[in-house]
């Protein structure tokens, strides 16, 4: 069973399919950012790395541009958590080290 045009996936991640990304780029989203933002492509685990180069294809498709005039997204370090134990010893190490941060912060 063959899938129309408009319902092939291109973010895996998000599962955004070519047709949510070419509604927003008919509707003026212009960058990739701007169509992260409207679709949520390129916001998964991945951070764009499987997706990026199609959805700026079809921006430059949509706008008779190559590629490389695209602007490209901006980059954020990834999220990830941080266990309460560690920012425990990281606390006291500082008091051990003469730190005065605490006292910065509280004004005590």
């Known amino acids: 069973m063959a899938k129309e045009e408009h319902d092939i996936i291109v973010c ?3 599962d955004v399919t070519l047709g949510e990304i070419r509604k927003a780029i008919r509707e003026g989203a212009t960058t990739l950012d ?3 933002r409207i679709t949520r492509a390129g916001m998964g685990p991945c951070q764009g790395r499987t997706c990026r180069l199609l959805v700026a294809g079809e921006i430059a498709r949509y706008l ?3 590629v490389s005039e695209i602007l ?3 980059y954020r370090p990834p999220v990830k958590p941080v266990k309460m134990g560690d920012l425990s010893v ?4 500082g008091e051990n080290s003469g730190c005065k941060c605490r006292e910065e912060v509280t004004g005590q």
Do not use: N, T
Request: charged share 50%; proline share 6%; glycine share 6%.
């Open 12 to 14: 895996r991640c998000e």
């Open 64 to 66: 008779g541009k190559p």
């Open 34 to 36: 701007e169509v992260k």
């Open 90 to 93: 990281i606390s006291e190490e």
């Open 72 to 74: 490209q997204s901006r």
